[in-house]
């Protein structure tokens, strides 16, 4: 059941994080050939935050209803969103044929995949915690942030053997599309994988007790529950870091910073992301053993190491790289963490709301201008990632000392009859 979960998502992430993948095609394509090119990526890299600035409506809007009546049938919509929107860039006309439109038209399908992104990751976390007891939820969220991480190495990896196989010119005239029209595909293969799950006993039981709660979710959320919220913003600010940071923006960072050939720098993210893969399920596995207190001031140390790691990479030798890429990724551990704590902080009734509400709007800033402001910075210092990876591993440090000094935080969860008030 896990793992149909995490492939789901794997396959939904994808469709997601391949655009930043094919950012420097996109930016050759969808904007006026006149154009400088740093311009032309921070435009592309803005088109690709749109999607971020509209994950909170879908999270809210799809967390409404999987609240309300179930978390099964969220899933099924926000792939099926995704699949279509994917599938629509892959057969996009480029600015030569459509002018502005081109990019017009960019954006509106980044907002649907942005919506329907809102809505898989906080559901396939409350999924996942509610399916296995409560000494297995880190091993639970482990597996659906590995699917993820694997979403990431299938389009590392893809993208990686398009460029190899397809000459330049080949690239720029059709080879971009092939990865966005194979996400379709992925798409409808999730859509099955989907209908292959069952409700969540949680669920199952609160609507058979008849304490879904009958007011607006959200609402309760926002009345009830504001420390969590807090929480929960922060633990996301450390999982966009680690994704964004520790595979998303590895090209851009190993090209931009460390002089490394293009080809050379997608085998790296596509190394980084599997290595995030061990990592967090590891992670998972170690939480349920030590608490989140302990995890997360090991998991700020990890991030620190996965700073320390782009820092020493001062040769573009491909095994140099390659080793750093795998420290890089296996650092982001801590992004298991951020997900546990997330799924405790609310109660059942209104989960999915409290998460999603929560992880969306944090991600929305935090995701979304991570690249556009890196890539900025990276034109002034060539070691802004250091400087960023550092600050979030004190940042996860710290949330470690404070949950060691208020374990309650974790607890915060008013009886049912309380959030149905």
């Not at 081109?102 to 996942?128: D, K, Y």
């Not at 504001?226 to 090209?251: D, G, H, N, Q």
């Not at 608490?291 to 020493?312: E, K, N, P, S």
Request: proline content about 5%.
């Amino acid at each position: 059941m896990l793992c149909l979960a995490s492939a789901g998502g794997a396959l939904e992430f994808y469709d997601f994080v391949i655009f930043v993948f094919l950012a420097e095609a996109i930016s050759v394509l969808f904007f006026p050939p006149d154009m400088p090119t740093w311009l032309a990526m921070i435009q592309t890299y803005g088109i690709f935050a749109s999607g971020y600035i509209f994950r909170p409506l879908g999270g809210i809007v799809l967390a409404h209803f999987g609240d309300m009546f179930g978390r099964k049938r969220v899933f099924a919509f926000s792939i099926l969103l995704m699949a279509g929107a994917t599938l629509a860039v892959g057969l996009l006309p480029t600015y030569q044929s459509a002018g502005i439109a081109a990019p017009l038209l960019l954006v509106v399908l980044r907002i649907f995949q942005g919506i329907a992104i809102g809505g898989e990751v906080p559901g396939a976390w409350t999924f996942a915690a509610e399916h296995v007891s409560s000494r297995r939820v880190g091993f639970a969220c482990g597996l659906v942030c590995a699917g993820l991480g694997v979403g990431i190495f299938l389009g590392a990896s893809l993208t990686a053997l398009t460029t190899m196989i397809l000459p330049p010119a080949d690239m720029l005239s059709y080879g971009w599309r092939l990865p966005f029209i194979l996400g379709g595909v992925f798409g409808l293969i999730g859509m099955r994988l989907r209908r292959m799950l069952h409700e969540t006993p949680v669920f199952v039981a609160l609507r058979a007790k008849k304490q879904l709660v009958p007011e607006l979710p959200l609402a309760v959320v926002v009345k009830t529950y504001r420390r969590s919220i807090v929480i929960s913003v922060l633990c996301t600010w450390i999982l966009s870091a680690s994704v964004v940071m520790l595979t998303l923006m590895v090209p851009t960072i190993l090209e931009g910073s460390h002089h490394v050939d293009h080809q050379v720098a997608l085998i790296a993210t596509t190394i980084s992301a599997m290595s995030l893969v061990v990592g967090v399920v590891s992670g998972g596995l170690l939480f349920d053993r030590i608490g989140a207190a302990r995890f997360f001031m090991v998991g700020g140390l990890f991030l620190a190491i996965g700073g320390f790691a782009f820092y020493t990479i001062s040769t573009p030798a491909p095994a140099q790289v390659f080793l750093s890429s795998a420290i890089i990724g296996f650092s982001g551990l801590s992004a298991v963490g951020a997900a546990v704590v997330m799924v405790s902080c609310f109660p059942p009734p209104v989960r999915f709301s409290g998460v999603s509400l929560s992880y969306n709007v944090s991600y929305a800033f935090f995701g979304g201008l991570t690249p556009v402001t890196l890539a900025a910075f990276l034109t002034i210092s060539s070691l802004s990632h250091v400087f960023y990876l550092l600050f979030v591993s004190a940042l996860t440090m710290g949330l470690g000392v404070y949950f060691l000094v208020r374990p309650e935080a974790l607890t915060d969860r008013e009886q049912v009859s309380t959030a149905q008030r």
